[in-house]
T-cell receptor
Framework: AQKITQTQPGMFVQEKEAVTLDCTYD???????LFWYKQPSSGEMIFLIY??????QNATEGRYSLNFQKARKSANLVISASQLGDSAMYFC?????????FGTGTSLTVIP | GAGVSQSPSNKVTEKGKDVELRCDPI?????LYWYRQSLGQGLEFLIY????????KSGLPSDRFSAERTGGSVSTLTIQRTQQEDSAVYLC??????????????FGPGTRLTVL
C-alpha cells in the first residue's frame, strides 16, 4: 500500500513567487515523523524540514514551511520567495517505528 | 567533518555477478540506512542498522540482497547474482538517533549500479 503520495510529478513557479508541493500520507501509527528532502541534479538528498505527529504548530525553516493538516493526513511543503537554486526534485517522507517511506517526488522548476 | 561516503560511485557489472556496495557513515552516527532509487522513482527503503544489528530486514527485495555492518561503522550491501532490474542508484544515509522520530538522516552521494 502506498504510504506517501505526491500527486504533482512536475511543477513550475516564477522566481520570487511562493509554491506549494503536495504530500499526503497513510499510517495507523499515532507516532510518526514527516520530512521533506530536496534532491538537486547532483543527486544528493538534502534535508529541509521536519514535522512530528504530535507537534501543534507547523514547522518552519527559513523559506520552507510545512502545512500540516493531521485530520486530512497531508503535509504540504510551502517554499516562499522561490529562487533559481530551488529547482530540484522534492521528496516527502514519513518515518514510523522501524519503517521509512518516501514519495515518488515532485520536480520543481523555477522560471526566471 | 566528513559526510557520508559511498563507494564505488559507479559500478557496471554483468548479469549474474555479485557486487558489493560500501557505505561509510558520519563518525559517531549510530544508525545507518540503505535505500534504492530506480530511474524516475522515489526512494525504496531496504534496511537500517542500529549499531551492528538490523531490527527489520523485510525491506530487502529478495534473498539475493544482504547487508552487514561491523564495528558500528562501515556497512556493505551485497547483491548476489545480479539481475537487470537491480540497476538503480543505491543511497546510504546515517543518523545519530538522538532525535527519536525527528532523527535527521544525512545521505551519501549514492552508488549508480548498472547491470548489463
Amino acid at each position: 500500500a502506498q504510504k506517501i503520495t505526491q500527486t504533482q510529478p512536475g511543477m513550475f513557479v516564477q522566481e520570487k513567487e511562493a509554491v506549494t508541493l503536495d504530500c499526503t500520507y497513510d499510517t495507523s501509527d499515532p507516532s510518526y515523523g514527516l520530512f521533506w528532502y530536496k534532491q538537486p541534479s547532483s543527486g544528493e538528498m538534502i534535508f529541509l524540514i521536519y514535522q512530528g505527529s504530535y507537534d501543534q504548530q507547523n514547522a518552519t525553516e527559513g523559506r520552507y514551511s510545512l502545512n500540516f493538516q493531521k485530520a486530512r493526513k497531508s503535509a504540504n511543503l510551502v517554499i516562499s520567495a522561490s529562487q533559481l537554486g530551488d529547482s530540484a526534485m522534492y521528496f516527502c517522507a514519513m518515518r514510523t517505528f522501524n519503517q521509512f517511506y518516501f514519495g515518488t517526488g515532485t520536480s520543481l522548476t523555477v522560471i526566471p | 567533518g566528513a559526510g557520508v561516503s559511498q563507494s564505488p560511485s559507479n559500478k557496471v557489472t554483468e548479469k549474474g555477478k555479485d557486487v558489493e556496495l560500501r557505505c561509510d557513515p558520519i563518525s559517531g552516527h549510530t544508525a545507518l540506512y540503505w535505500y534504492r532509487q530506480s530511474l524516475g522513482q522515489g526512494l525504496e527503503f531496504l534496511i537500517y542498522f542500529q549499531g551492528n544489528s538490523a531490527p527489520d530486514k523485510s525491506g530487502l527485495p529478495s534473498d539475493r540482497f544482504s547487508a552487514e555492518r561491523t564495528g558500528g561503522s562501515v556497512s556493505t550491501l551485497t547483491i548476489q547474482r545480479t539481475q537487470q532490474e537491480d540497476s538503480a542508484v543505491y543511497l546510504c544515509a546515517s543518523s545519530s538517533l538522538a532525535g527519536g522520530l525527528a532523527d535527521t538522516q544525512y545521505f551519501g552521494p549514492g552508488t549508480r549500479l548498472t547491470v548489463l
